[in-house]
């Protein structure tokens, strides 16, 4: 049972627009949330995070909103251009044990069109 | 260079033979860790690693090992390989201290298992 779903498995947007990626999450523990993009043959890389006490964070044209109540975050990319095209990753970490992994969802690919 | 190094970038076996992957970095990180991503299930830990004398199975560890040689060198081995073990493998690294959950992530090795 997955307990991070992205359920889109790709978002076509045109450039200069908005691209909301969607995440949603089941498990209540979860208390930091993370983001990564990952373009072909390349690794993922870390894109923005949150913690559970806030419910945005903003840096540059990236805007996390995390809806604590709904078990839901979203990536706001404003504007899209033509190099954020990639699949994005969103992870989250379990607040309890020691080691406090990370579980990730399956990833959307975002294409942004010119 | 590339912080965080794997190796083979690509490799094609067949069903029982013995596979090492390795991987090694220079970002001085204790705490390293092997993912697998397979389509529409994201990434899964497979083992992870806090220390030289610590090692501990992940989400999905059955049928890997995993050795710990030095702080900078993780490899992961595959004792008979077998067809569903066909995915993407990615290591990465992440710091002890704050921000322990950006992870840094290698290239990445597609395995084939015929």
């Known amino acids: 049972d997955q307990q991070v779903k992205q359920n889109s498995p790709s978002l076509s947007v045109q450039e200069g627009r908005i691209s909301i990626l969607n995440c949603d999450y089941t498990n209540s523990m979860f208390d930091y949330f993370l983001w990564y993009k990952k373009y072909p043959a390349e690794g993922p890389t870390f894109l923005i995070s949150?913690?559970?006490?806030?419910d945005k964070n903003e840096d540059g044209r990236f805007t996390v909103f995390l809806n604590k109540s709904a078990k839901h975050l979203s990536l706001h990319i404003v504007p899209s251009q033509p190099g954020d095209s990639a699949v994005y990753f969103c992870a989250a970490r379990d607040s309890r044990g020691s080691a406090r992994q990370l579980t990730f969802g399956s990833g959307t690919q975002l294409t942004v069109l010119p | 260079d590339a912080d965080v190094t794997q190796t083979p970038r690509n490799r094609i076996t067949k069903t029982g033979k013995r596979i090492m992957l390795e991987c090694s970095q220079t970002?001085?990180?204790?705490?390293m860790y092997w993912y697998r991503q397979d389509p529409g299930l994201g990434l899964r830990l497979i083992y992870y690693?806090?220390?030289?004398?610590?090692?501990n199975k992940g989400e999905i560890s059955d049928g890997y090992s995993v050795s710990r040689q030095a702080q900078a060198k993780f490899s992961l081995s595959l004792e008979s390989a077998i067809p569903n073990q066909t995915a993407l493998y990615f290591c990465a690294t992440s710091d002890a201290g704050t921000g322990k959950e950006k992870l840094f992530f290698g290239s990445g090795t597609q395995l084939s298992v015929l």
């Open positions: 970002k001085g990180h204790d705490r």
């Open positions: 949150i913690s559970s006490i806030k």
């Open positions: 690693s806090f220390d030289v004398k610590d090692i």
